[in-house]
């Protein structure tokens, strides 16, 4: 366990100790987790600089052993609020401000929106154009080269869906690795993980992007199929966004992580704990997408049938993304305070060299966002 240690590097152990405590005292009950996440997420906590997040740090380092008692200060508390909000615990890095939790509603949300909506406009463009153009297929060239043809719908059919779902998954790219454990291996080809993250977004980008070229490029009319075919994008984005948790994390259960005793003293690098880290932290990213955009469509399946969306089928429209934007900003907290940001690993499942240097029966990890 020792030499697998040293091949990581520990920038700033106090952070990882006290953010440690904090969870394990203020962390124990979903209730808790979620009450202290409401305040983690402020976006006003963006505009604090990286000297506003040092002095919080020092702080901290002052506040005494008893958090509870030290949450009761207004200062302390919101020093504690910026530097969960704003430090990495696993490395100590303070995060780039567009990859902090509060940053993640805002930038995500319109991206969410325009990737989880944009498949709804789809639909509605093309029966409106079968209305005027009749049963006619459209061609390969009028799909993927619009412009050729002037066909400036087909266009934004076509071009925007990937656009909107690369950028979503280069964002969210970002957020893993900026809230994942640090495994940089010296002895790694230094741009395999650039490589590879590249490759998966790329991917990621394609397949999202399938259902839309689906149904431009077919024109899928029949009542029964669109009506499946509604269950796909949602369901396709966040699958897709689990797989790309598991890939962009992915040294992390190939290198392992570092795991902890009851006390919070490391004890060695686990593959085993990081898989289960990555694997929870996909679980709860897919849940979140996926219940942001399949939600609305069944809300949605019951209203239009009221009288008041019968005579303004436009509300329907306006009323989606609405829902879309609202659902996230409630699954975003929710799911950060889901999985607690430390887990737990039975001794059973650690690697034997680890569990041979300790009598702990129970070990602890930093689960990452």
């Known amino acids: 366990g020792a030499s697998r240690t040293s091949t990581f590097r520990r920038f700033a152990p106090n952070i990882m100790d006290h953010n440690f405590k904090f969870w394990k005292c203020e962390g124990t009950t979903f209730p808790q987790r979620l009450h202290h996440w409401l305040d983690i997420l402020n976006p006003l906590l963006l ?38 909000a704003s430090v990495n615990p696993a490395s100590g890095d303070i995060l780039l401000s567009i990859f902090r939790p509060p940053a993640f509603l805002p930038l995500t949300a319109p991206l969410v929106l325009f990737t989880g909506h944009w498949y709804f406009i789809t639909t509605q463009r093309i029966e409106a154009s079968i209305s005027v153009a009749g049963t006619e297929p459209i061609h390969f060239v009028s799909t993927f080269f619009p412009f050729l043809l002037g066909n400036s719908t087909y266009m934004l059919l076509c071009f925007q869906s990937p656009i909107f779902q690369l950028f979503f998954h280069i964002y969210t790219s970002g957020f893993s690795l900026a809230h994942g454990n640090p495994t940089q291996d010296p002895e790694e080809f230094p741009y395999k993980r650039t490589l590879l993250s590249t490759g998966a977004i790329l991917y990621f980008a394609s397949i999202g992007a399938l259902p839309n ?42 290198k392992g992580i ?36 399949c939600v609305p469509d069944i809300v949605l399946h019951y209203l239009k049938r009221t009288n008041i969306l019968v005579k303004n089928p436009r509300l329907c429209r306006a009323l989606r993304p609405t829902l879309i934007v609202f659902i996230l900003g409630l699954m975003i907290p929710a799911s950060f305070s889901w999985i607690p940001q430390y887990g737990t690993i039975q001794r059973s499942l650690i690697e034997p060299d680890i569990i041979s240097s300790t009598e702990e029966t129970e070990f602890i990890y930093y689960r990452g966002l």
Do not use: H
Request: aromatic content about 6%.
């Open 47 to 84: 505009m604090k600089t990286k000297k506003d997040i040092e002095i919080s740090r020092s702080l901290l380092l002052m506040s005494g052993p008893d958090i509870t008692k030290s949450l009761q200060n207004k200062e302390i508390k919101e020093a504690w609020n910026l530097n969960l």
């Open 213 to 254: 070229y689906l149904m431009t490029r077919f024109q899928l009319r029949s009542p029964s199929v669109q009506s499946f075919m509604k269950v796909i994008p949602g369901l396709l984005t966040a699958a897709l966004c689990g797989f790309n948790v598991l890939v962009i994390r992915a040294s992390e259960f190939e």
């Open 258 to 293: 570092e795991i902890m005793d009851s006390k919070g003293k490391i004890v060695g690098v686990s593959p085993k704990a990081g898989e289960k880290a990555v694997t929870e932290t996909a679980v709860s990213r897919a849940v979140v997408i996926g219940t942001t955009l």
